[in-house]
């Protein structure tokens, strides 16, 4: 599904405003916007808004085509700007001030997607009243915006997860983490699914709970074996100290 794409210029300043307005004296100010989704910029829309005193008093839209205004004397202006040169210039503005320079910022490199890296983790077992902690951890994708949800039995979760924001990896890459808190049940299946711009449909990624648990006990054997080897190799190096001090040594 792609995403609205949004680029906006303001100016704001602050002189006399047109003699017919209600206060003569006031801040005037201009937004510029340019909205648009699709990658060959056919939906772009030009907006051009006009304020006094954070009040927006007229509108040019390029799919309405014209100048709207929002009070008595701001319709009337509207009018006879509709009359005037400026509405071509402004109908032209989708042009000049949207879709030509979006065409040299918004390239192709820009727009490229990164799949994420995906991993399911047990950060806690489950444990007498205290329920297992499950982790889904998205990685190394672009661009930022990503949503990351549970399924449990097929059945959408909500009030046991919590989730980070999108974060910064630090090389123009994304990372987010989401926790589920549950007790196991026999037989369940629990599942995350993620949704993101590089993929064609959610991906769902099944817990797999036997799996782990032979890896964490391989994970559990081998540390137990570093361990010992460590604890016998600072035993040999003690004793050998000990000789070492105790020796004596004799000149022939």
Request: proline share 5%.
């Amino acid at each position: 599904m792609p995403l609205l794409k949004h680029l906006s210029c303001f100016l704001i300043l602050t002189l006399p405003v047109f003699t017919r307005a209600e206060s003569a004296n006031g801040y005037f100010a201009r937004l510029l916007r340019c909205i648009y989704s699709s990658p060959d910029l056919s939906d772009m829309v030009y907006i051009d808004s006009f304020y006094i005193n954070k009040f927006m008093f007229i509108q040019f839209n390029s799919t309405v085509g014209r100048f709207v205004g929002f009070s008595n004397w701001a319709i009337g202006l509207a009018e006879s700007w509709n009359k005037a040169s400026f509405l071509i210039t402004e109908r032209a503005g989708v042009d000049i001030y949207c879709r030509n320079p979006m065409k040299n910022i918004d390239t192709p490199d820009r727009n490229k997607t990164v799949k994420p890296k995906v991993m399911l983790s047990l950060v806690k077992q489950a444990g007498g009243k205290h329920p297992a902690v499950l982790m889904c951890s998205a990685y190394e994708f672009y661009p930022a915006h990503i949503k990351v949800s549970w399924l449990r039995d097929g059945k959408p979760m909500t009030s046991e997860v919590t989730s980070t924001m999108e974060m910064a990896d630090g090389d123009w890459y994304y990372q987010i983490h989401s926790e589920l808190d549950y007790t196991p049940k026999s037989g369940e299946k629990i599942s995350c699914i993620v949704e993101h711009g590089s993929f064609n449909k959610p991906m769902i990624y099944d817990w797999d709970a036997s799996l782990t648990e032979s890896e964490r006990t391989e994970i559990a054997i081998g540390a137990s074996g570093l361990m010992l080897g460590i604890i016998i190799a600072a035993a040999g190096l003690t004793y050998y100290k000990k000789k070492s001090i105790g020796r004596i040594l004799v000149p022939n």
